[in-house]
């Protein structure tokens, strides 16, 4: 199920003024689809000011962009994994040859 899509609020927090608002609602570009929709030469054609005509597009390009997972600082592996000495002893099992053999013992 899509979310709901709250326009006023999507104007809102982009900066866009209520006359931004009132224009994009005026040529039916109040919903999602449509927004997503937009190019630059649409948005161009509204006559906004450059300004709300830059707001605009960010706040399109937002809505076009999938969600970005966080990116890790620092790789995966800790230093206490690296100084577990049972770890150690069993990747020496494995690496002399003891292989599934390491698993049970």
């Known amino acids: 199920m899509l979310a709901e899509f709250d326009f006023s609020q999507w104007c809102k927090s982009n900066g866009l003024t209520p006359k931004t608002a009132t224009i994009l609602k005026d040529q ?50 800790t230093t206490s994994l690296a100084k577990d000495q049972g770890l150690n002893e069993f990747v020496k099992k494995l690496d002399s040859g003891g292989g599934l053999d390491a698993l049970v013992s």
Request: overall charge neutral; charged content about 25%; cysteine-free.
């Open 28 to 77: 039916d570009l109040h919903v999602m689809e449509a927004v997503k929709l937009l190019s630059p030469s649409d948005i161009a054609e509204l006559g906004l000011t450059k300004g709300q005509n830059k707001l605009l597009s960010k706040a399109v390009n937002e809505v076009r962009a999938p969600a970005q997972p966080a990116k890790l600082t620092e790789p995966p592996i």
